[in-house]
């Protein structure tokens, strides 16, 4: 484990280090960590069997100046995963927004898994139940589509064409078969 990035198990705090400087994060919330274990069940489930696999809230090794703890993500080259996390660039990230990370999540961890090749990024915000999926194109982040959990009594009040617009299942990159439900990632999320 790098120095500057470290657990500090006595006081269980998560710190990442973004362009050389360590960050402490606050530890998840009860919706946060049922968003983050919903995705990586959903994950879990269908990699079984394949070559894939899921991780969550593992260190991630980008390189010396860029270590981050993903709270989901999927890597497929296995030579990538060590004892102590991943070294190296994940297929896909997914990020849970938290008041005090949403910032790093949308502008400085973008940025870096654009950088070094995420093929797949996922924002997840737990305030309007939507997921943000950037799929990388060039080089370059392009958003794929904004996904959303609505309830009955929500989606009751829109027109049939509205209701059509709505994007529910959010359709994983990395296999042409592999499909979430947005209402999956925010069930039993108050």
Request: proline share 3%.
């Amino acid at each position: 484990m790098s120095a500057a990035f470290a657990y500090d198990y006595g006081d269980y705090d998560y710190y990442e280090l973004i362009n050389g400087e360590v960050y402490m994060m606050a530890r998840p919330t009860v919706n946060h960590w049922q968003i983050s274990h919903n995705i990586i069940d959903k994950f879990d489930n269908y990699l079984k069997g394949k070559r894939c696999r899921a991780f969550g809230e593992i260190d991630v090794y980008l390189s010396d100046d860029d270590n981050f703890i993903p709270d989901a993500m999927i890597v497929c080259n296995p030579d990538i995963v060590e004892e102590d996390g991943i070294h190296g660039v994940p297929d896909l990230v997914v990020e849970v927004l938290s008041p005090s990370t949403a910032k790093f999540d949308k502008i400085d961890k973008f940025l870096k898994y654009e950088k070094y090749g995420v093929k797949e990024y996922w924002i997840v915000d737990p305030k309007n139940k939507s997921v943000d999926v950037y799929l990388l194109k060039e080089g370059k982040f392009e958003l794929a589509g904004t996904y959303q959990s609505l309830s009955d009594k929500e989606m009751s009040r829109w027109t049939d064409r509205q209701k059509a617009g709505i994007m529910t299942e959010i359709k994983v990159s990395l296999y042409d078969d592999f499909v979430v439900n947005v209402k999956d990632i925010f069930e039993r999320v108050k």
